[in-house]
């Protein structure tokens, strides 16, 4: 009788868990792809059409994410415009704060006025932390982006990002003395960020200025030049965004997207360690492979 109760449970549990799960293994197709190239921690390949996993390995673990975590950032920044807390011809005033953000950046300075678009264009293309830094005051309020980071987690948590965790808006490693405080870089895992990927999509100015490989910001003398931060995007077929992040810790990381004859593949690569063609190279042979699998499966479905 407990035997039988024990049994139920544990089938009632993982019933339970698998029907949270947003993409699932219908067919393993894990044995059909060979790759040279292994470089890296994790690795997921998502038929965004239907929500099966294509190709995965470690696709759950918690890793490191660097400037993925803007994926997030963006997102609160994108359904807040959506829920008309804003425009996109909204000014931002840059803060103090802003215009000292370290690592990629716009070089905003102190009281710099810019709209929500470019702000939002340079975050996307660039990866720029000042950007971001500057958007995350406009939706949560200046001196206030802790409250925006908290928001990030509560989104993950709505979003069922179970290996999900937000400390930073932008992706920056942790300083010395964060990390003596025993704080850790953002982290997230393959499947989590699918999902992230999955829900960016649906919003055209991300996918408008993520598949953009050069643009402007400022006029005149001020000019300053976007280029993406994806060669993906400019050197492969089909490829049309999304993001990519980096420091030692985390390695070469890319969220990468692509459609082929209706097909929304989303592929995500986490803790590639030498360079980033090489990732770029797997990852291009990687959805190539995917289109094909899934061609064959209709060509199959099709005789049946």
């Given at each position: 009788m407990k035997r039988s109760v024990v049994a139920l449970l544990i089938i009632f549990f993982f019933g339970a868990l698998s029907a949270e799960l947003r993409y699932t293994k219908k067919?393993?197709?894990?044995?059909?792809?060979?790759?040279?190239?292994?470089?890296?921690?994790?690795?997921?390949?998502?038929?965004?059409?239907?929500?099966?996993?294509?190709?995965?390995?470690?696709?759950y673990d918690k890793l490191e994410i660097a400037s993925l975590t803007k994926m997030m950032s963006i997102l609160l920044v994108v359904e807040a415009i959506r829920d008309k807390k804003f425009s996109l011809k909204d000014i931002v005033t840059a803060s103090r704060a802003a215009s000292k953000m370290g690592g990629t950046q716009i070089f905003l300075s102190e009281n710099e006025k810019m709209s929500v678009e470019d702000l939002l264009k340079s975050a996307i293309?660039?990866?720029?932390?000042?950007?971001?830094?500057?958007?995350?005051?406009?939706v949560s309020g200046p001196g206030k982006v802790d409250l925006f980071v908290d928001r990030m987690n509560k989104r993950a948590k709505e979003l069922k990002l179970t290996q999900s965790e937000f400390n930073y808006i932008h992706g920056l490693p942790p300083s010395r003395k964060d990390r003596k405080k025993g704080m850790q870089g953002n982290m997230s895992s393959?499947?989590?960020?699918?999902?992230?990927?999955?829900?960016?999509?649906?919003?055209?100015?991300?996918?408008k200025y993520s598949s953009t490989w050069m643009d402007t910001i400022?006029?005149?003398?001020?000019?300053?030049?976007?280029?993406?931060?994806?060669?993906?995007?400019?050197?492969?077929?089909?490829?049309?965004?999304?993001?990519?992040?980096?420091?030692?810790?985390?390695?070469?990381?890319i969220v990468a997207t692509a459609k082929k004859d209706?097909?929304?593949m989303v592929a995500v690569v986490l803790g590639s360690k030498t360079s980033r063609s090489g990732r770029n190279k797997y990852i291009n042979s990687l959805v190539t492979w995917g289109f094909d699998e899934v061609s064959k499966q209709k060509i199959t479905e099709i005789k049946k």
């Open positions: 067919t393993d197709f894990t044995k059909n792809f060979t790759s040279k190239y292994k470089d890296y921690k994790a690795v997921i390949l998502v038929d965004l059409t239907n929500g099966q996993i294509l190709y995965e390995k470690n696709a293309m660039k990866s720029a932390n000042d950007a971001m830094f500057a958007l995350a005051e406009k393959c499947y989590d960020l699918a999902v992230l990927a999955e829900e960016l999509i649906k919003f055209p100015v991300v996918m400022r006029t005149g003398k001020n000019m300053f030049q976007l280029r993406n931060t994806s060669k993906l995007i400019r050197d492969y077929k089909y490829f049309d965004g999304l993001k990519t992040g980096f420091y030692w810790k985390a390695g070469f990381c209706g097909i929304r």
